[in-house]
């Protein structure tokens, strides 16, 4: 692994601080070691202090070298000030205790995306982050993080035409510095856990795209309790991308704002319609695509059937099923009086047959699922596949054994395997960063990094045209971009079929 990424994973578990405290020229001082290789940025960042003040304190230290394990190196510590803060008017935090940016509460509840375990504590801070969380009264919560970002090509199947002035944005490919602007409802105690690690995800991308070397990524992140128009203008006139926020009403307001400045702005969490605005970026896919992967699925000559539950049904996505397989065949699903061998009655030998199971109540599907698979139980006599929803990949206490052996797919927006390669390496490097398992959230934010930062490299002024078309895989999920000719907004159109398999192997298609 390159040094750049080396130097981020060093905050948790490198250094201890030796609270030796001395004076010199009225300056109070205290004793750092570093325990393995760091820069002096980082150390900084773990001292609420700012290199210039480390450097001034410590002029022996070469300004551009790591420092080596063992280095003793002096922290000032100024005035109302002991806990390592800058001497320059702002509040910051460090790692240890204060994990969170003054004003951003823990979340232990659920979200939209899964849920967060509660026993998993959210932390800004971390070796990942080589830069200064500030809190100011108009900002609110502001991370800024400088890394380097590298030049990824990207197959395009097809893309819009570049002389589309109307969704050219200001942006110069030879600029050696992309800054996003990422705008989060901190503030609300239901969502700052989750915004946390959505950010804590755009923080790894910037960090994995570091390599390079070609490219400045500054990373910087607002509160959303103020938007008035002289704000935006405040912090989004130097931004290049805007990410947020994630009400629709607020991200409406500020897509106006960049339609006008003639900046991308993406909604990292739904996928809002915004009227008249080629600037919208949408990476969740678009509801009216739900179906696509289904009707695929369904197509050719298969015996599907329809088992509607007399207890625990999910109305909505029966509708669903009922509207792409009109002539699927109903069943009826008493509980106590369903056997194994009454639903051998529904299955065809010489066909596929397709179970759609719409029901979210734990106890219904372990007990669709165990008399489904059954049927096949010591010897299997049909080719049966379950259907599903997406919300049985997150049950707790739930025996995914009976996801493989009913061979279930599951139509899902986003879904990631630790097994998988690639995201085994991330989950590697977030845990590692910051100890804790990462979410759906980490993973959507270190995708819109990925996908953005990358696109403006290589298209520039273009980017939001090229996009047209194109498909991107940064981790597991793919995402397929296409404009909405009625709005002009460049949406997500790809949902995927989460598929676990009889040999336990679970396939995205």
């Not at 070796?127 to 200064?132: D, F, S």
């Not at 006139?237 to 629709?248: F, L, N, T």
């Amino acid at each position: 692994m390159k040094i750049f990424r080396s130097l981020f994973f060093c905050l948790f578990f490198l250094f201890v601080a030796v609270l030796c405290y001395g004076q010199s020229g009225g300056v109070k001082y205290r004793k750092y070691v570093v325990r393995k290789k760091a820069s002096i940025q980082t150390v900084a960042f773990l001292n609420d202090v700012t290199p210039e003040q480390i450097l001034m304190a410590n002029p022996t230290l070469n300004p551009k070298a790591n420092l080596k394990a063992g280095t003793e190196v002096n922290i000032p510590v100024f005035p109302g000030n002991d806990s390592g803060d800058d001497n320059d008017g702002t509040s910051s935090v460090t790692a240890g205790d204060k994990d969170l940016p003054k004003g951003i509460k823990e979340d232990k509840g659920s979200n939209n995306m899964g849920n967060i375990p509660s026993e998993k504590k959210t932390q800004v801070s971390s070796e990942k982050q080589a830069a200064k969380v500030v809190t100011t009264g108009v900002v609110g919560a502001q991370v800024t993080q400088n890394v380097v970002a590298e030049d990824r090509e990207t197959e395009k199947s097809s893309v819009g035409s570049a002389n589309d002035s109307s969704s050219l944005i200001d942006f110069n490919v030879t600029r050696r510095k992309i800054t996003f602007a990422v705008l989060l409802p901190f503030e609300n105690p239901s969502l700052s856990e989750s915004m946390v690690e959505l950010y804590s995800g755009m923080v790894i991308a910037a960090s994995d795209i570091a390599d390079g070397g070609e490219t400045e990524v500054e990373l910087k992140v607002y509160s959303t309790e103020n938007l008035s128009s002289d704000y935006l203008d405040g912090i989004l006139s130097q931004a290049d991308v805007i990410v947020g926020p994630v009400h629709q009403q607020q991200f409406v307001q500020v897509a106006s704002w960049a339609k006008k400045h003639h900046k991308p702005i993406v909604s990292p969490l739904a996928s809002f319609d915004v009227d008249n605005n080629n600037y919208v970026v949408s990476m969740p896919p678009v509801q009216s695509c739900k179906s696509d992967p289904l009707t695929d699925y369904f197509s050719g000559d298969k015996n599907i059937v329809l088992i509607e539950h007399a207890s625990y049904p999910n109305k909505q996505l029966e509708g669903e099923f009922q509207k792409i397989a009109p002539n699927a065949r109903k069943f009826r699903y008493v509980r106590e009086s369903v056997t194994p061998q009454d639903m051998a009655t529904l299955m065809d030998k010489e066909k596929e047959n397709i179970v759609l199971v719409p029901t979210d109540h734990q106890g219904a599907i372990e007990d669709v699922l165990s008399k489904i698979t059954a049927i096949n139980s010591p010897i299997k006599n049909f080719n049966i596949s379950i259907v599903g929803s997406s919300a049985w990949m997150n049950l707790s206490n739930f025996s995914q054994t009976l996801l493989f052996r009913g061979n279930v797919s599951c139509v899902s927006s986003y879904y990631f395997d630790r097994e998988d390669k690639i995201v085994g390496t991330l989950f590697d490097d977030y845990i590692n960063a910051f100890e804790r398992i990462p979410t759906r959230f980490a993973m959507r934010g270190y995708d819109i990094v990925d996908i953005m930062a990358n696109s403006l490299q290589k298209w520039g002024s273009s980017t939001l045209v090229e996009m047209d078309g194109v498909e991107f895989t940064p981790l597991q999920t793919p995402y397929h971009f296409a404009k909405n000719e009625a709005n002009g907004n460049v949406q997500n159109v790809r949902w995927i079929m989460v598929c676990y398999g009889e040999d336990y192997s679970i396939k995205v298609r």
